[in-house]
């Protein structure tokens, strides 16, 4: 959450109250029963200085989308600017766990002092992490978490209900509130679109959406030829369908150029998230309507800033302390470390030129 002047009272109060409690509970374990040594409970020093010369490994859930380019431009940028070195690893596929756990092993005998990385599994890559903080590595996750104990931070674009309510208003809207729609996601594990697609599930419950019906999700891996193929099964399989909602930008871009060819353009509609670049020629061109994101490099960013915090000892990932990210202001770390960047923007035909990522 970003922090505005109202919060700020608050805010420091909880942190005045949390530091006091901090302080009693230096030397506690963090009840996890992973064995770390380094946990949230340790003493944290919001004014300690930032430390430079260290290594902060960034790994996406893929390399090389435009997506996490943008995102881990950002990270390069505040690690770099913070007088510390940013190394971008990772694997070419969209749906690779155990390729990341390589990675995280490789980050961990190389003895980086952070990582921050964007998980394709909750589970899968805990041991590997666990062992990275056993080993006094600050773990963050961004975009994407894993469980709460196998990192101390989680950096979330915006809240899942704002996500989830956000793509299930746009297309209501479109289909007049009616009729059958599916969704196109990304890796069958993934944290972050699993925890939207929930959302959507539970909002479909809301009266509102009585006469919406999801008859099918599919996962496109977050690659494009198998979200292209996906998408036009869809759209077979189910003759009645009315609308698609894609929470990745690689899906969403897949399904959109599927549909801008088709017999079903403007007759299907597409939404979800993407990145304005991708979606640019399919809302001229009248396949989708509307979409939301967020800015990738402004999540990257503030992954590095929370980083480097950690490894400077100025926050610890307790709920209830606050990190400076430079420009981008004070963040707070909320319930299971959660550190919200804002809501996500919506694009359209009206602004979508005012954007270039
Ligand atoms: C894809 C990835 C990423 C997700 C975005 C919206 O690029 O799946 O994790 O946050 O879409």
């Known amino acids: 959450m970003r922090i505005t002047p109202t919060h700020r009272a608050a805010i420091l109060l909880a942190v005045v109250s949390s530091l006091s ?12 029963g992973d064995g770390a040594t380094n946990t949230k ?11 430079t010369g260290l290594t902060v490994g960034f790994l996406p859930k893929q390399v090389n989308t435009p997506y996490f380019s943008v995102a881990d431009r950002g990270g390069e ?41 964007s998980a394709l599994d909750p589970d899968a ?39 989830a309510l956000g793509q299930l208003e746009l297309l209501g809207k479109q289909i007049g509130y009616k009729g059958d729609i599916a969704i196109l996601s990304a890796a069958q594990t993934a944290t972050n679109q699993n925890a939207w697609i929930s959302s959507i ?20 891996d977050d690659e ?9 099964e869809l759209v077979v399989e189910h003759e009645n369908l009315k609308g ?15 549909l801008s ?48 915090a950690l490894a400077s000892g100025q926050v610890t990932g307790r709920e209830g302390q606050m990190f400076q990210a430079d420009d981008m202001g004070w963040f707070y770390i909320g319930e299971d470390s959660v550190i919200t960047l804002g809501e996500p923007t919506i694009f359209d035909a009206d602004n979508i030129d005012d954007y270039d990522f």
């Open 21 to 32: 409690l901090l302080t009693a509970a230096c030397g506690d374990s963090d009840g996890d």
């Open 41 to 51: 409970n340790a003493e944290a020093s919001p004014k300690a200085p930032t430390k």
């Open 77 to 117: 940028r505040a690690v770099e600017e913070l007088g510390s070195t940013f190394e971008e690893v990772g694997t070419e596929q969209g749906a690779d766990a155990a390729g990341q756990v390589s990675h995280i092993n490789a980050l961990t005998q190389a003895k980086v002092d952070a990582i921050a990385v």
């Open 125 to 163: 890559l805990c041991d590997a992490l666990k062992q990275a903080m056993d080993e006094g590595i600050k773990v963050v996750t961004y975009d994407s978490d894993t469980k709460p104990e196998c990192r101390y931070a989680f950096i979330s674009p915006a809240s899942a209900e704002d996500i």
């Open 201 to 220: 599930k539970e909002e479909l419950t809301n009266p509102r959406y009585e006469d919406m019906r999801l008859v099918d999700v599919v996962y496109g």
């Open 224 to 232: 494009a030829a198998k979200s292209y193929q996906k998408s036009e």
């Open 244 to 258: 698609i909602i894609s929470p990745t930008t690689n899906g969403i871009a897949a399904a959109a150029r599927y």
């Open 261 to 308: 060819q088709s017999p079903h353009k403007g007759n299907v509609k597409l939404t979800g998230l993407g990145a304005p670049n991708d979606m640019r020629p399919y809302i001229k061109d009248g396949t989708v309507e509307a979409f939301l994101l967020w800015d990738p490099a402004k999540l990257g960013e503030l992954a590095g800033h929370a980083a480097v």
